[in-house]
């Protein structure tokens, strides 16, 4: 998914403002980093997913206690998920990229470390 296609997605869905926010690969592509995504992660608020899960939304609980949430086929929330600061972009809440690259750290995945260098090297950019 591109840019556009992840804005369309998430307007479509019509969430709450202030109640989510586009984070991970999804959000690097907002931000311009990356070209694609393969699905549109998010954070969301309890009270956004208590509000799926109830509309029939697929979740399960995580280790911390807190839920993921799937909504549809290409949009996975995360209740509560670490976020610092939103920006709004394009019309949709989105993580920053602080938050992301932190996010990324505690991951401590291979793949989320390929993503702190790009993020590290578009800032250093000072783009």
């Not at 989510?20 to 956004?48: N, P």
């Not at 610092?84 to 995945?109: H, P, Y």
Request: negative net charge.
């Amino acid at each position: 998914m591109n840019k556009k296609d992840i804005i369309d997605i998430v307007k479509a869905k019509n969430y709450p403002e202030n109640e989510y926010w586009v984070t991970a690969g999804a959000g690097l592509v907002m931000h311009g980093i990356r070209a694609e995504a393969s699905d549109v992660d998010m954070g969301c608020t309890t009270s956004l997913a208590e509000s799926l899960i109830q509309n029939g939304a697929k979740w399960q609980f995580l280790k911390d206690g807190t839920r993921r949430i799937e909504d549809g086929e290409t949009i996975e929330l995360f209740e509560n998920w670490l976020v610092d600061e939103i920006v709004l972009m394009d019309g949709i809440g989105v993580a920053s990229l602080q938050s992301i690259r932190k996010q990324k750290v505690l991951l401590n995945r291979e793949k989320d470390w390929k993503d702190i260098g790009l993020i590290d090297a578009f800032v250093a950019k000072g783009q």
